[in-house]
């Protein structure tokens, strides 16, 4: 048996006097005491003095050496074995013996049983306390406080009985004991695949040195799936050394998955087979481009394209992206050979695929059709309709409108007339927006300084001529736009373009506007240069100052090349730099006309107004400026004044828009009054620049 010196523990009671006389005694009753085995803590929930430690054999039994209370403390394991260390999950049985001083069981004494290490260790009772039996024997149970608790620990056991204290010590080991992961099962068991977003509990079971585990320190859960996010593999509760967890199959596309359940070296797998989540949906999500329409095949340029990107995203039941699903993709119509490619391509980590669409030759509307499947369910999706069209300008379909033909300009400056372009391709089709038109002119200033021409919004766009110098002697402006574009020609087959029957390439080789056809091709115009044709003749002169315009030619060719393909589409048209004031010819009065000319303030007669035999008579007149061009756009012609004479019907009473040479011709019926005297009026011209002209006409 271990003989352990009398300790001194406080256990919160006053005994100090009388400790340190049972001390005196043993000292003396031992001749000084033995060895040191270790240092006795004073008991944890009971304190006191601690003494010098007798000797130890080592057996895991200690005894006080005292002739007063003595405490003899032992630690037995399951087999009730003695032993001085534990690990891991094993509890021991910690027996403390307790003699009174007179020898006997000290029976009902309380036994505190301690630990100066906090922390290390649990009893059971938790109050580390138990009272002695009939053999004065107290028990308590004892093991380490976690699964990885270690070190080295110094227990002791004190009873104080007949006002005398004894105790005992006892060094113990405690060492990590390893936990062991055994055989993973699910409940319930999976029946088949485990569908996407379907949850399972997942059982691990946990063991220390064979015993149930109450702790799953160090538990590392993983799994294929979870590895790449498409799985969740979530720690509950550990309940009689069976840890759970929650598996949850967020749509894997691995097929199985294998599950890992490991603490330290100790390590279990499971598999399971799991399904891919059911496609939800395709989504358009958009196109490369900025509208909803492409130009047809061969028309393309800067601002124009000939194809778009397609923009998909496939999702699962729950909006989530899907990533490797094979994605086939077809149009609602193949016209005038409009492709899609790739026809087939795979989604990325975050769901998204694309193909792209290219124009045909003949405008059409048009839908790409993308569709994938998974566990046997198709699943479709449609983009929005694009718009194939607008293929490059046509001459045919080239129209040049001025807002009026007669700017009033010969004898004012600054004032503009606004001239507008209007475009289209083979099919009808407004051109697309950006397509540039320059215009040049023998007379004023044409477009503005920041462009020197315009830049089609709709299919047209307009610029402003401005009446300045130079103006030329017959007052009359011919302006020209000019634009690329393609020559018109016969669409003999219907499929959108020039066709060349000649050529002597592979055959579906030929590419309009690139190659050129040699002979045999459909029908054409074959046009050459453009030029400013200052007369409207329809012949390039150089002697009447026509300006030749060469189309990407350093010198002017008055006829054409002999190839269908692009060229500079013109229009022209006249305006009249209409003079301020107007001169009146042509006097038509009682059926009879005067070849006389009048200018501002003349004074005409007119007979049969006055007098015996008077009555009403049509009276008309022509007007025109200084250079025998009509009056301004807009110029009001009225009777300012009359006298004993009355003026109806006067018509028009306003310049219309014209170019008409020799100006235009005004008719009106004058009336006398009902005594026939004499009378007069006033003719008057009144320009928009407010310039006023006035003729008289008089009755005698």
């Known amino acids: 048996m271990l003989t352990a010196s009398t300790h001194h523990p406080s256990a919160g009671i006053k005994r100090v006097a009388v400790l340190t006389l049972i001390a005196a005694a043993v000292l003396s009753a031992c001749g000084g005491g033995g060895g040191n085995p270790g240092a006795v803590p004073a008991a944890s929930g009971a304190t006191g003095n601690t003494g010098t430690g007798g000797t130890g054999t080592g057996t895991g039994t200690g005894t006080t050496a005292t002739a007063d209370t003595k405490v003899s403390l032992t630690m037995t394991d399951g087999t009730n074995q003695p032993v001085t260390s534990l690990s891991g999950g094993q509890s021991a049985t910690l027996k403390a013996t307790v003699l009174t001083p007179s020898g006997k069981p000290a029976v009902g004494a309380i036994v505190q049983f301690a630990t100066a290490t906090a922390g290390m260790v649990a009893f059971t009772p938790d109050t580390g306390s138990a009272l002695t039996d009939a053999n004065g024997v107290a028990v308590v149970t004892i093991k380490p ?134 496609i939800g949906a395709i989504q358009f999500s958009g196109s490369s481009l900025s509208g909803t329409a492409i130009v047809l095949k061969g028309s393309g340029g800067q601002g124009r394209s000939e194809s778009a990107q397609l923009n998909y995203r496939v999702v699962d039941q729950q909006g989530n992206g899907l990533a490797g699903v094979d994605v086939d993709f077809s149009a609602t119509t193949a016209t005038g050979g409009l492709t899609v490619s790739p026809i087939r391509a795979t989604t990325d980590a975050s769901g998204k695929v694309s193909t792209t669409v290219a124009s045909g030759s003949i405008p059409t509307p048009v839908r790409v059709l993308a569709s994938a499947s998974r566990n046997g369910s198709v699943i479709t999706g449609l983009s929005d309709t694009l718009i194939v069209s607008t293929g490059l300008p046509i001459q045919k379909s080239m129209t040049m409108s001025p807002a009026f033909r007669n700017l009033e300009a010969w004898d004012v400056t600054g004032e503009t007339v606004g001239i507008s372009v209007y475009l289209a391709d083979q099919y009808g089709n407004k051109v697309s927006d950006g397509t540039a038109v320059n215009f040049v002119t023998e007379g004023g200033a044409v477009a503005s300084s920041a462009q020197g021409g315009c830049v089609t919004v709709d299919g047209h766009c307009s610029v402003d001529l401005v009446g300045q110098n130079v103006r030329p002697a017959t007052g009359r402006v011919t302006v020209m736009a000019f634009v690329q574009g393609v020559e018109d020609f016969v669409d003999m087959n219907g499929d959108g373009q020039y066709s060349c029957t000649g050529w002597t390439g592979p055959a579906g080789s030929y590419r309009p506007l690139v190659d050129t056809c040699p002979s045999g091709g459909e029908p054409f115009t074959d046009m050459p240069d453009p030029f400013l044709d200052t007369n409207l003749n329809g012949v390039y002169e150089a002697a009447d100052n026509d300006l030749p315009i060469p189309f990407n030619s350093s010198t002017y060719k008055p006829v054409g090349n002999g190839a269908w393909g692009l060229n500079y589409l013109r229009r022209d048209i006249e305006i009249v730099f209409s003079g301020s004031y107007a001169r009146l010819s042509d006097v038509c009065y009682n059926g009879s006309c005067t070849g006389a000319t009048y200018a501002n303030g003349a004074s005409i007669p007119l007979a049969g107004l006055a007098g015996t035999g008077c009555a009403a008579r049509a009276l008309s007149v022509r007007l025109t400026d200084v250079n025998n061009n009509p009056l301004p756009f807009g110029t009001g012609v009225s009777v300012s004044s009359a006298t004993k004479l009355s003026v109806t019907g006067l018509s028009p009473a306003t310049i219309p828009s014209t170019l008409a040479a020799g100006g235009t011709l005004h008719q009106m019926t004058v009336s006398p009054d009902a005594q026939c005297a004499p009378g007069d009026f006033t003719l008057q011209t009144k320009t928009p620049q407010g310039k006023i002209t006035e003729f008289k006409f008089t009755a005698n």
Do not use: H, M, W
């Not at 990885?148 to 227990?155: E, H, P, Q």
């Not at 936990?179 to 691990?204: E, Y």
């Not at 015993?211 to 590392?220: D, E, F, K, M, N």
């Not at 596309?253 to 294998?258: A, H, Q």
């Open 145 to 278: 406080a976690t699964y990885t608790t270690a070190g080295a620990l110094a227990l002791t056991a004190t009873s104080v009985v007949e006002s005398k204290t004894g105790s005992a010590g006892l060094n113990i080991a405690i060492g990590a004991a390893p936990l062991t992961v055994g055989a993973l099962s699910f409940s319930p068991a999976p029946a088949g695949r485990l569908p996407a977003f379907n949850t399972l509990a997942l059982n691990i079971p946990v063991t220390s040195n064979g015993q149930a585990a109450t702790a799953s320190t160090g538990l590392s859960l993983t799994s294929l799936c979870a590895g790449n996010g498409s799985a969740t593999l979530v720690p509950g509760a550990i309940s009689n050394g069976v840890q759970l967890a929650t598996y949850t199959n967020n749509g894997c596309t691995l097929g199985r998955d294998v599950i890992t359940a490991s603490i330290g070296n100790s390590s279990q797998t499971i598999g399971i087979d799991v399904s891919a989540a059911n």
